[in-house]
């Protein structure tokens, strides 16, 4: 992910998410960018996250040089990863769907403000 460094030069500190990010080692950057240009691949319906298909990250790896064992062990990366990635993604959205119900329900038992419980007469 880039990242332009406007949070720091405006508060002083990284942002809790460039702080929390995980350790890249030699050659994540490139499984990253795979995973990016991949994911642009994604059929996307009903408004689920599908899985990104084996033989487009198949193609992917054959046009980058993959062979063999190698191939495997790429094709083997991007599915777990995006595996992960739609996992998360459901979470979050479960999540948010939760917290949503939350403050539906808590808006539903206020009291109506507009000549309800606790609204002032007028004189």
Request: charged content about 35%.
């Amino acid at each position: 992910m880039v990242w332009s460094g406007q949070y720091k030069r405006s508060t002083g500190r990284d942002p809790d998410w460039y702080r929390k990010r995980p350790v890249m080692h030699r050659g994540d950057e490139i499984l990253v960018g795979a995973y990016n240009r991949l994911s642009t691949c994604r059929p996307f319906a009903n408004g689920d996250l599908w899985p990104i298909p084996w033989d487009k990250i198949h193609q992917y790896g054959v046009s980058r040089g993959f062979a063999g064992a190698m191939l495997d062990f790429f094709v083997d990366v991007m599915m777990l990863v995006d595996q992960e990635y739609r996992h998360y993604e459901r979470q979050q959205a479960q999540e948010a769907a939760a917290k949503d119900r939350r403050q539906a329900e808590k808006k539903a038992k206020e009291p109506d403000r507009v000549g309800g419980v606790g609204a002032r007469r007028r004189r």
